[in-house]
């Protein structure tokens, strides 16, 4: 198995903090820039599994930089530069606490609250006879509260949001209109590779100057889900499976070894071979979703290959 990245503790020029997620691990440069680094981690069911995913960080770090680029002219995001494979360099922002989740289809946590007979999520009324991965009459956008490392994200309505004062009013004005947009050309991005866009979840900040911009990562498998269009309406009709691309493979293993993030539940043991199976999945998933032969990292000193892009990239600048 190639060597991964689970953990880093690099000291760059001018770093004044670093912040640790779920799968990302963040540098302060001075006030000014972000070092963001994609790490080998998986998350399933907001609890940080045991070990690594081999070139895992790569693959999400590329795939957002690339949907990045392909989105900019809609909505301006943080990003700068991309030094190292799993690097990403861009504008300090401000996050706000809160991932703008919206849904095309009735799948996942929907589904799942729809299945226990609830019909309504984050304030909004899901309609009655539907079946799972049917879609909704309309995009649905269904808040989430951001948690930190161990923690759990949780629904919040529109209205919460604004009560808590938690957003503006007027910022979330514009975080809903950026997030539709989004969803929109990532609709239309997905159609042109065969996929249907499912559901998906952005995160915005605002920049010094106060601009409202998107942050972290964007149409990537871990933030996304992914149906093949080829097949969609006959799999429903015949109440068979979506024939998916997302990280739900891992949360339907977990399932199925009764592992859901409950309290008092135990992850499972991952054996090195199914750690292979998830890793060449995610290669698979890359290149569906960009069209493009996914190119391994050199992971002979991944820290020291970080650490030496990074630095060159600010000898430069």
Not at 135 to 153: N, S
């Amino acid at each position: 198995m190639s060597a991964t990245i689970t953990d880093t503790n690099f000291n760059f020029p001018n770093q004044k903090s670093v912040y640790k997620g779920k799968v990302r691990e963040v540098y302060n440069i001075n006030d000014e820039l972000l070092v963001m680094i994609a790490s080998d981690r998986l998350s399933a069911f907001d609890v940080v599994m045991p070990k690594g995913i081999p070139f895992k960080g790569q693959i999400l770090n590329q795939i957002a930089t690339q949907m990045m680029a392909a989105t900019k002219d809609i909505v301006p995001n943080w990003l700068i530069a991309t030094p190292d494979p799993n690097v990403a360099i861009g504008h300090l922002c401000e996050p706000f606490k809160i991932e703008m989740v919206i849904r095309g289809y009735m799948s996942g946590h929907a589904a799942r609250e729809y299945k226990l007979g609830k019909r309504m999520l984050c304030g909004l009324v899901m309609p009655e006879g539907m079946k799972e991965n049917d879609k909704f009459p309309e995009p649905i956008i269904t808040p989430a509260t951001k948690a930190e490392m161990g923690d759990h994200d949780e629904d919040i309505s529109r209205e919460d949001i604004l009560l808590k004062s938690i957003v503006t009013s007027a910022d979330y004005e514009v975080l809903e209109q950026y997030t539709r947009a989004l969803f929109q050309r990532g609709t239309e991005l997905a159609a042109k590779r065969g996929l249907i866009l499912v559901d998906t979840k952005y995160e915005f900040g605002k920049t010094k100057d106060g601009k409202i911009v998107l942050i972290d990562e964007i149409h990537t498998p871990d933030s996304s889900r992914y149906f093949y269009a080829n097949g969609y309406q006959e799999r429903q009709d015949t109440g068979s499976s979506q024939k998916q691309l997302s990280k739900e493979f891992v949360r339907q293993w977990l399932i199925s070894n009764n592992f859901q993030g409950l309290e008092g539940q135990a992850v499972p043991e991952m054996s090195d071979e199914y750690i292979t199976t998830v890793s060449e999945r995610y290669m698979e998933l890359y290149e569906q979703i960009t069209g493009k032969t996914f190119e391994k990292g050199e992971t002979s000193n991944i820290m020291a290959r970080i650490e030496t892009n990074v630095l060159e990239w600010m000898e430069k600048r």
